[in-house]
């Protein structure tokens, strides 16, 4: 079917632009017309939707290196039974023409829909999922006094509340009417003569059915309706589908029963299956509340109200009015409204809500803060640097919610099984009890034998049972159809996702989706970059040298005599005092971190360091600069040789100290070498713990530096990387190839990093880590986000992981294998339809359960599980 979409596209800078798009599209098969107007950044596009989808299209326009504008909204969805409801959802939302994309997740009641905003609006997704026969929870655009997060989030939890109380109360009801059906059974089984045919003057099997009625309307009404939907409109099957067979069938055959038909009254097996899958819902719903929990926990931590700073008056108001630019008071014990930067003021911080580390952060002027973190102490003033969705708290959050909805690759496995699951169950059922029917003999003689026959009503009549082959072939259908269930299909992947997000978001470790971590636990390279991730980041003075006369001709001894700019030398380093000065004052003009790095260092040590009168920088080589010292020359071995300088004097120490990674420069006066100063960027004190962690794992470790190669050397030495794993000297823009090299050799890589040139790096890797200190660009190109300035979080990222994977493997072991052994259980009638329902019930039940029970986990150890489960 032929179809048009007028798109919006951003980063078209000239009339080549429009062009390249227009060749790309060309090249689709399905694109009938394609036309793009850099004037208006907007394109035209006919297609044939049979041939090709939105989704390609937008993925073509991104490919050409633009961007198609689309827009993503998270829907909450109620009456989803199944996974199977999942995915009709998935289809209704992508069968509409401006839909890009479509992700339902049963185990949250959400799903995901990017569309084209010029073709398709809110409102057309909402009929979109009832026309499925769904109910989305609609959004008031317009809520005042809320944001839309936050509305949205109060929205999805009164609508599952909602859903949890109706449940209840739904089992309270059919719990009291099915109470006097369980008493007649046991009664009927234990002391058939104790009540006889009749109750109060009334025929007993006319009770039943006064009994068993209500339940089958009120209880079953749900899944009758829901079966008819997926039936007739969408034509397909799910669990409400079985439900309604088993229970339906044994209800009417009891009602024909009851008007003259041989046979028995199942009219407490009809109710029996309701109550106890209602019951399994309730707690099923009760379960993915508890499963969400986590969020909701980030979201109350929110403060309330902020006390800013307006006029030169202090004012309290809701933090959704925080602008901007406000100043805010925060006092001890107070929440930090928003994120900020501290403008003045002292005090320790609790991050722990948001970087899962206990220990409070020392806080002064020119500090970042975070919001919903706690002031622990002294008072600060804040300037709000961010607000509403855009602080870090909202940012957590709205990444975990992608995460949850994007599920891993295994999840694909369980996605075909339940495609086919239902279909494959009623035919197995109609093929059992068709065959019970016509060969009892048969199958009675092979299954009599059996051990757990006695769990069957009595058997067919030619086995010796009393009810007939007919009752006994309905009883087998019925059976096979409630046993079996897709919803624990379903939710073995999602629900320990959900889990296993939220574990990493409390312990400061953001993963994109599911499918990253799932990935993760495949990493078997690990590459660090150097600086800022396995180090400080920050360079500081860490030796000076004095190797010689100095410029004025004065004795070694003698203080200078150049108007105070060098304090009287001691007697433990009577030279080190002027090489120092000499240095930081020739540095001065300088902004490399190199040489704030020294300047810094020489105001620390009291030394006064004076503007130079001239300064050159030399690039790659160092600076040249004229001060009181005089002629001063600071850097590396080719700036001293360009000057004539003879730098042989201090070869020793210069490779002293590179050998103990560090960066050391000569530093000469007036043409006389005088001595050597050096930085270190220290390494963190926690990426020696990572790597031998990561070794402990048997993973290999690598480091990528742009440093040279003896201070890199150096560096891995320290932590524990085998020199031979190390990558020096390679430039900002090479550091990507660096990692496709790696992984050329068969690797699965994750790349480490936290600056602007290791983003190509990160994207490139199979999983790419950034470090939370570090830049936008650097975390919004990896998979995975580490909240803390800590290497050895990689490690936290990987437990995680391996634990998720782990207890969805758990999960499916459990789900699959409890419909391998009760379906033919079922088929050869050894289980009776009511102890089916109740089966079916608790296995989606104990899935979720074995998923909550997760939560316990910390990723400060290793997750514990058997090793064929791992």
Known sequence: MARTTHLDIRGMSCANCSGTVEDALSELDGIIEANVNFATDEGSVEYDSGEVTLAEIYGTIEDAGYEPVSEEVSIGISDMTCSNCAETNEDALEALPGVVSAKVNYATDEGVVRYNPNDMDLGSLYEAIEGAGYTPVREDEGDEGASAGESSADRRD???????????????????????????????????????????????????????????????????????????KNRTANMDVLIALGSSTAYFYSVAVLFGFTGSLYFDTAALILVFITLGNYLEARSKGQASEALRKLLEMEADTATVVRDGDEEEIPVEDVAVGDLMVVRPGEKIPTDGVVRDGESAVDESMVTGESVPVEKSAGDEVVGATVNENGVLKVEATKVGSETALQQIVQMVKEAQSRQPEIQQVADRISAYFVPAVIANALIWGTLWFLFPEALAGFVQSLPLWGLVASGPAVAGGTVSVFEFAVVVFASAVLIACPCALGLATPAATMVGTSIGAQNGVLFKGGDVLERVRDVDTVVFDKTGTLTEGEMRLTDVVALGPRADGGSDAEPATDGGAVEAPTETDPDENFVLSAAASAEKGSEHPLAQAIVEGARERGLEVEDPESFENV?????????????????????????????????????????????????????????????????????????????????????????????????????????????????????????????????????????????????????????????????????????????????????????????????????????????PLASLGLLQPVLAAGAMAFSSVSVLTNSLLFRRYTPDHDYELLGFLR
């Open 158 to 232: 009164a609508a599952r509340q909602a859903e949890i109380r109706r449940q209840r109360n739904l089992t309270i009801l059919g719990a009291v009417l099915s109470t006097p059906l369980i008493f007649f059974m046991l009664e009927h089984l234990l002391f058939d003569e104790l009540l006889g045919d009749t109750l109060l003057g009334l025929p007993l099997g006319w009770v039943m059915f006064g009994l068993a009625t209500p339940v089958q309307y009120f209880l079953g009404k749900e899944f009758y309706e829901n079966s008819y939907k997926a039936l007739v």
């Open 619 to 823: 690039p790659g080589h160092g600076v040249r600069a004229t001060t009181s010292h005089g002629e001063v020359l600071v850097g590396n071995r080719k700036l001293m040789e360009d000057n004539g300088v003879d730098a042989s004097r201090a070869e020793e120490p210069m490779e002293r100290l590179e050998r103990e990674g560090k960066t050391a420069m000569l530093v000469a006066v007036d043409g006389q070498l005088v001595g050597v100063v050096a930085d270190a960027d220290t390494v963190k004190q926690s990426a020696k713990e990572a790597v031998s962690g990561l070794h402990q794992t048997d993973r290999e470790v690598m480091m990528i530096t742009g440093d040279n190669e003896r201070t890199a050397r150096a560096v891995a030495e320290e932590v524990g990387i085998d020199p031979d794993n190390v990558r020096a000297e390679v430039l900002p823009e090479d550091k990507a190839d660096a990692v496709e090299s790696i992984q050329s050799e068969g690797r699965e890589a994750m790349m480490v990093g936290d600056g602007v040139n290791d983003a190509p790096a990160l994207a490139a890797a199979y999983v790419g880590a950034a470090i939370g200190s570090g830049t936008d660009v650097a975390i919004e190109a990896a998979d995975v986000t580490l909240m803390r300035d800590d290497p050895a979080d990689v490690l936290k990222a990987i437990r995680v992981s391996e634990g998720t994977l782990a207890k969805i493997k758990q999960n499916l072991f459990w789900a699959l294998g409890y419909n391998t052994a009760m379906i």
